[in-house]
């Protein structure tokens, strides 16, 4: 009689990854339960001061709490990372899609029209969009969605130029199974595995480009906490409150390294390689 099977250790990286990403969604969640002051309230009595037990991470220029405003910026720049990459993946998944099943002159006249978007640099783009559009989060989600379905658009097609010539899938087309029904229950079920690896990736990308957009005053307005806006507020008082600038820093870097870490470990499980 054999042995039963062993069940699979987790992988450590995606533990440690969801680990990160979680805490700054419970984070969020719970941010009037846990954050000590109101994000925007102003205190000018308390202002520029350092970290203290009254205010672990210190106050900013307005004397708001720092700690707080990171707190409810999660919220924010959390909310960009999700959306900001449902919306490419949506959009990108039926087009490349379409692209890769179809081939001929719908994949010819895909193809150029990602050829035109690849030909400008991404960040210029995304600033133009916006500029256009006005500031704020929804002229950035609407940039994110013209851009940034690119890459999963090749993605899919590549799988699926692949997998149309699989067994299975040409026993269902010889079966009568209609176009739609091969692609969308046989063929895209098959492919998306390097989309969703990818999208992790991408997470990281729309993180930073939303705190940046935001660092330049085209994203998130003043006064709502953001992560990019506090970063642009505390460049005047690096030389004497630097506490401003780092606590938000530190906290777009370990939620991005918090999404790498998932990526990287779906990509081990799944057998992807990036």
């Known amino acids: 009689m054999s042995a039963p099977a062993l069940p699979r250790p987790l992988n450590p990286t995606l533990v440690a990854g969801l680990a990160i990403v979680g805490l700054f969604?419970?984070?969020a969640l719970a941010a009037p339960?846990?954050?000590?002051?109101?994000?925007?309230?102003?205190?000018?009595?308390a202002r520029l001061q350092a970290p203290s037990l009254a205010h672990p991470f210190g106050t900013d220029n307005f004397g708001r709490d720092i700690l707080s405003r990171i707190i409810y910026g999660a919220r924010v720049d959390l909310q960009m990372a999700v959306i900001g990459v449902f919306f490419p993946l949506v959009i990108g998944t039926v087009i490349g899609?379409?692209?890769?099943?179809?081939?001929?002159?719908?994949?010819?006249?895909?193809?150029?029209?990602i050829d035109i978007i690849l030909a400008f640099p991404f960040l210029?783009?995304?600033?133009?969009?916006?500029?256009?559009?006005?500031?704020?989060?929804?002229?950035?989600?609407?940039?994110?969605?013209?851009?940034?379905?690119?890459?999963y658009a090749r993605l899919i097609r590549?799988?699926?130029?692949?997998?149309?010539?699989?067994?299975?899938?040409?026993?269902?087309?010889s079966l009568g199974f209609s176009r739609s029904r091969v692609l969308f229950r046989h063929l895209l079920p098959?492919?998306?595995?390097?989309?969703?690896?990818?999208?992790?990736?991408?997470?990281?990308?729309?993180?930073?480009?939303?705190?940046?957009?935001?660092?330049?005053g085209l994203g998130v307005q003043p006064p709502t906490a953001e992560w990019g806006i506090m970063v642009a507020e505390g460049q005047a008082f690096l030389s004497q409150?630097?506490?401003?600038?780092?606590?938000?820093?530190?906290?777009?870097?370990?939620?991005?390294?918090?999404?790498?870490?998932?990526?990287?470990?779906?990509?081990?499980?799944?057998?992807?390689h990036e």
């Open 25 to 27: 969604a419970l984070a």
């Open 158 to 173: 590549a799988q699926i130029l692949v997998l149309k010539n699989a067994d299975y899938a040409v026993a269902a087309v």
């Open 33 to 45: 339960l846990i954050a000590p002051a109101d994000p925007i309230y102003q205190d000018a009595a």
């Open 124 to 151: 210029v783009l995304m600033l133009s969009i916006i500029a256009i559009l006005g500031p704020g989060l929804s002229s950035f989600y609407i940039a994110m969605a013209l851009v940034g379905w690119v890459s």
């Open 190 to 216: 098959n492919s998306v595995a390097g989309s969703l690896v990818f999208c992790m990736s991408d997470a990281v990308l729309v993180l930073l480009s939303g705190a940046a957009i935001s660092y330049l």
């Open 97 to 113: 899609a379409l692209a890769g099943f179809f081939g001929g002159l719908v994949d010819a006249v895909l193809m150029r029209l």
């Open 241 to 272: 409150a630097w506490w401003i600038t780092l606590f938000p820093g530190l906290s777009i870097v370990f939620l991005a390294f918090g999404f790498s870490m998932i990526g990287d470990a779906l990509g081990e499980i799944m057998g992807v």
